[in-house]
């Protein structure tokens, strides 16, 4: 299964190539102009992409170390003192 990061920037940019042929066929764009606006999607796309996943990775494992902590208790959270 895809993890969330990779299925909101395909979509994305699914809908940033649907814009860039619709320019093309209303001949806004040059075919050239359209192929370096697709290079560039595809380039943010796998940017925003790799990015994300590792957001995604370092929030997991902070997450797993947090749960993997088996000295503390529920009442520790509530307990600290401000820094």
Do not use: K
């Amino acid at each position: 299964m895809a993890n969330p990061v990779s299925r909101i920037t395909g979509g994305l940019g699914l809908l940033m190539l649907g814009a860039i042929s619709y320019q093309l066929v209303i001949g806004q764009v040059t075919m050239a102009a359209a192929g370096g606006r697709a290079a560039m999607t595809l380039a943010a796309v796998v940017l925003v992409r790799r990015l994300g996943r590792f957001g995604m990775d370092a929030l997991a494992g902070a997450m797993e170390r947090e749960a993997a902590d088996h000295r503390r208790r529920s009442t520790d959270v509530t307990d600290r003192q401000p820094v």
